[in-house]
């Protein structure tokens, strides 16, 4: 049984939609920390990326209503999958971080994305979590 117990409404939808960058930034690092997870559209290739072979970029949503609002045109037919935030904060930025890999939070228009620098997102993440914070004191 899946439990939507963090639904967004309209009205959250359409916030999130009209937020600047940095707003946006802080919002996805707080969702990510509270709900223990960030979301990917994946097909059967794999994750879906923006970007173009020489800048592979990484779309990712703070939640799964968010991520399926972009699942037309060419990414119909994706799913929107969870990724656990120890996962993500250890192994997909890291990785990601190797790769020159950016990574761009609720892509609306090509044009207009918040792209962030993978190390930035972990270290941001990191701080945020409860368990870094009881080691730095």
């Known amino acids: 049984t899946c439990h939507m117990n963090n639904v967004l409404t309209?009205?959250?939808?359409?916030?999130?939609?009209?937020?600047?960058?940095?707003?946006?930034?802080?919002?996805?690092?707080?969702?990510?920390?509270?709900?223990?997870?960030?979301?990917?559209?994946?097909?059967?290739?794999?994750?879906?990326?923006?970007?173009?072979?020489?800048?592979?970029?990484?779309?990712?949503?703070?939640?799964?209503?968010?991520?399926m609002q972009c699942a037309m045109d060419e990414w119909e037919g994706c799913v929107a999958v969870a990724i656990p935030v120890q996962v993500w904060a250890s192994y997909w930025l890291t990785n990601m971080g190797k790769k020159g890999a950016w990574l761009t939070i609720c892509p609306n228009e090509y044009d207009d994305c918040l792209v962030c620098e993978p190390l930035d997102v972990q270290r941001d993440t990191l701080c945020a979590m409860p368990v870094a914070n009881d080691l730095l004191h």
């Open 10 to 67: 309209e009205q959250q939808i359409q916030s999130v939609a009209s937020m600047g960058e940095e707003a946006l930034y802080k919002y996805f690092i707080d969702q990510t920390i509270e709900h223990k997870q960030v979301w990917g559209l994946r097909d059967e290739d794999g994750f879906v990326q923006l970007g173009t072979e020489e800048q592979v970029c990484l779309p990712v949503w703070p939640h799964a209503e968010l991520a």
